[in-house]
């Protein structure tokens, strides 16, 4: 029997682990990238806070995938559902049986007047290693002033990201012995410091008690460099001598036909449950460029490939909406755990779960590459931990 032809549009977190997953003596499967090189996205923390070393966090594409699959050094400038063709910015085009979109969700720039400058004076932790880095080498040269981190729209990746960086650098500030000198300011668009208020109640006292500074219904309007301010939709304004604000997200940038299949804000319309594109059986889409009411997570990501890859072979999978987002402070950490039918659960912060969060950090690469022996262990922990059992037993 002939093999059927899947084509996977991106190989980040999403993308490459469900190359990995597909058995290859069924499926022929391709991988596209505009890049050869796989980022680890939460690493741009550890970069701009910890200056740890940039390399560490990226990974050729080719050595991430399982010999046998192929992969494709080139950009997606346009796929046509109905004619079940992939078009490439160098000119070539490849037809599919399947199509699976797990591009991300790129940043915009130029949606706040001001920011693009902004990032080019101080980088940032949310586009590139090369912006991280940047950050941290303006962070480590500063000796007093306001560090303040924002965010331009309610809907990035990793929900939790601007409150790890806030608490990150502070830890910084501290090792560095100018904690006292330098301000660090946390403004979010949302009511309370954190999306979900069970969230925020916890980790409130925690930026208090480092005399961390908060707004909250601040949404970033615009930003103006000259005069170190940065002003919101709501009417607020917010000085700084440094700033690193979360840009807005979007869904695929190149275009594909039907246009009715990506929604308002250009994400990809879905099935949220068997991540299959609305109106067509044999396209996919995971991952941030998604319109999927969850988190923009990379365990959402994990978890639709795997429900992809099984429904591929024909078993009925389905993804929960589970999230398992990581929040750290400078020592602490706790999971944001949801899911569509649980809102985030009450947790603790707890020095075990800051290790857990580094254990998965470590497990990465390989889990990458070998989901296969990684998902039972997963699959074990995302049981023990789903929100109705610990609305049964009691938070952690
Ligand atoms: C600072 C930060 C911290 C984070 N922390 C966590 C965390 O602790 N836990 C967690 O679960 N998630 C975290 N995330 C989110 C997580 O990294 C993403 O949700 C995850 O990477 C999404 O995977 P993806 O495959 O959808 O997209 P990506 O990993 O972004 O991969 C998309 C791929 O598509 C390629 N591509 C894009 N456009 C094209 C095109 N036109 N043609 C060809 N290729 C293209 C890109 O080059 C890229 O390789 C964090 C994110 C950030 C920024």
Redesign the pocket.
């Known amino acids: 029997m002939a093999k059927e032809k899947v084509v996977i ?7 490459a682990i469900l190359a990995n997953l597909l058995p290859q003596d069924r499926f022929e499967v391709t991988v ?4 050869e090189y ?2 680890f ?2 690493g ?2 550890w970069v701009a806070f910890k200056g740890q070393p940039k390399e560490k966090f990226r990974r050729p594409i080719k050595s991430l995938l399982k010999p046998g699959v192929n992969f494709v050094h080139d ?2 400038v346009g796929v046509d559902l109905n004619e079940r063709t992939v078009h490439l910015k160098g000119g070539g085009k490849l037809g599919y049986d399947y199509v699976v979109f ?3 969700a ?1 940043l915009d720039f130029d949606a706040v007047p001001g920011h693009r400058e902004l990032v080019e004076r101080f980088g940032d ?2 586009s590139t290693l090369e912006n991280a880095e940047k950050l941290h080498r303006t962070l480590a040269s500063m000796r007093e002033g306001r560090f303040v981190i924002a965010i331009a729209d309610p809907i990035y ?2 929900p939790p ?1 601007p409150h790890k960086g806030t608490f990150l650098s502070y830890e910084l500030f501290k090792r560095l012995g100018v904690a006292d000198k330098v301000k660090v300011v946390l403004a979010v668009p949302y009511p309370h410091v954190y999306s979900s208020k069970t969230i925020a109640d916890v980790i409130e006292p925690e930026l208090e008690a480092r005399g961390i500074e908060t707004h909250t219904f601040f949404t970033v309007d615009s930003i103006d460099l000259e005069k170190h301010k940065i002003y919101s939709l709501e009417g607020e304004e917010l000085d700084f001598t440094v700033a690193a604000v979360v840009a807005p997200h979007t869904g ?3 275009k594909v036909e039907p246009g009715n299949v990506k929604d308002d804000s250009g994400y990809i319309k879905i099935d949220k449950y068997t991540s299959q594109v609305v109106g067509f059986d044999d396209a996919y889409a ?4 998604t319109n999927a009411p969850t988190s ?6 994990h978890l639709q490939a795997e429900v992809v890859a099984k429904r591929l072979q024909g078993f009925d999978a389905r993804y929960s909406g589970r999230t ?3 929040l750290i402070t400078d020592g602490k950490g706790l999971f944001v755990i949801s899911d569509y039918d649980h809102p985030p659960i009450p947790v603790r912060l707890s020095g075990l779960k800051r290790f857990l969060e580094e254990l998965f950090v470590a497990t990465y690469w390989s889990a990458i590459k070998y989901p296969e022996l990684w998902d039972p262990i997963f699959e074990a922990y995302f049981e023990a931990s789903a929100p109705e059992v610990f609305l049964r037993y009691g938070g952690w």
């Not at 596209?32 to 890049?35: A, E, F, G, R, T």
């Not at 923009?296 to 990501?301: D, E, M, P, Y």
């Open positions: 549009l991106g190989g980040g977190g999403g993308g596209v990238d505009k890049s796989h980022v996205l939460p741009f923390l950009e997606v797990a591009t991300g790129p932790f949310y990746k990793c990201g695929p940038q190149y995971i991952g941030d460029c923009k997570s990379g365990v959402t990501a398992n987002c990581p």
